[in-house]
């Protein structure tokens, strides 16, 4: 399995104790930066790091901020990715299970450091269970093609 992770200024120190975990268990992976803790935006590593996903270079993503959150949402923007946040053990399950989430969201000020090691690990090794998920992650891929192509929606307006 191949692996990208990547992370803003805030979920800086995760993402190295996240990398020596992957460096540990052998698996291939791609840091697409920040490679310091100095203030950064966050949508650009979560885009770099959904973007390799999408495009087949690699397999999953990590994404890691302070909260977990703002990464999933700008990772969530680019088309085929399924972006969790996981802070626990049994999201990183059903993420994967239940979702077949293609990139783990992470957030350092919230996550139990102490579990960090598990909730990836669970959430790399567990497979998506098909039968009536697949059915419910169809209509997800519906949504995302229905979507894609129209204006956003009026609360954006004040973001031009």
């Given at each position: 399995?191949?692996?990208?992770?990547?992370?803003?200024?805030?979920?800086?120190?995760?993402?190295?104790?996240?990398?020596?975990?992957?460096?540990?268990?052998?698996?291939?992976?791609?840091?697409?930066?920040?490679?310091?803790?100095?203030?950064?935006d966050?949508?650009?590593?979560?885009?770099?790091?959904?973007?390799?996903?999408?495009?087949?270079?690699?397999?999953?993503?990590?994404?890691?901020?302070g909260?977990?959150?703002?990464?999933?949402?700008?990772?969530n923007?680019i088309?085929?990715?399924?972006?969790?946040?996981?802070?626990?053990?049994?999201?990183?399950?059903?993420?994967?299970?239940h979702?077949?989430?293609?990139?783990?969201?992470?957030?350092?000020?919230?996550?139990?450091?102490?579990?960090?090691?598990?909730?990836?690990?669970?959430?790399?090794?567990?497979?998506?269970?098909?039968?009536?998920?697949?059915?419910?992650?169809?209509?997800?891929?519906?949504?995302?093609?229905?979507?894609?192509?129209?204006?956003?929606?009026?609360?954006?307006?004040?973001?031009?």
């Amino acid at each position: 399995m191949k692996v990208v992770i990547g992370s803003d200024h805030a979920g800086y120190e995760l993402k190295e104790k996240i990398k020596r975990l992957l460096k540990e268990d052998e698996l291939e992976f791609f840091d697409a930066g920040t490679n310091n803790s100095d203030s950064v935006d966050y949508p650009d590593y979560a885009e770099k790091v959904a973007e390799a996903v999408a495009e087949g270079k690699f397999d999953r993503g990590i994404v890691v901020c302070g909260s977990g959150i703002g990464v999933a949402m700008a990772a969530n923007k680019i088309p085929g990715i399924r972006a969790a946040v996981c802070n626990d053990l049994e999201a990183a399950r059903l993420s994967r299970e239940h979702n077949d989430a293609n990139i783990l969201a992470i957030g350092e000020r919230l996550v139990d450091i102490d579990k960090v090691e598990e909730i990836v690990r669970v959430w790399l090794e567990t497979k998506f269970a098909g039968g009536r998920h697949l059915k419910r992650l169809s209509k997800i891929v519906k949504l995302e093609k229905k979507y894609s192509s129209r204006k956003r929606g009026k609360h954006n307006e004040k973001l031009r």
